[in-house]
């Protein structure tokens, strides 16, 4: 068995708020944006919502960044995330 063969086990906790917030940020940076693009309120959303998983950051901030679009803001804020959540959460 594959089970008996295996000697190491790693779960990756989650991100810290500040860590989350800080991962977006780097990731617009490398997008070629310096400004601020989430508010405080829709980026604490999504680091609650994805319980800090860089993966679920990932696409519940994409989601977030259509909704904001979609609504003609410039700004991602909390109803952009609220928005993403509620997608994000009904496709799972």
Do not use: C, W
């Not at 810290?16 to 400004?35: C, F, V």
């Amino acid at each position: 068995m594959i089970d008996q063969r295996i000697t190491v086990r790693f779960q990756m906790t989650g991100m810290t708020s500040d860590e989350t917030t800080g991962y977006i940020r780097h990731h617009l940076k490398i997008a070629g944006r310096d400004n601020p693009l989430f508010s405080d309120d829709a980026t604490a959303l999504i680091h609650d919502s994805g319980r800090g998983k860089p993966r679920q950051i990932n696409n519940l901030a994409r989601a977030a960044l259509v909704a904001t679009y979609t609504a003609g803001k410039t700004l991602v804020d909390e109803s952009a995330a609220r928005a993403a959540v509620t997608e994000i959460v009904a496709t799972e």
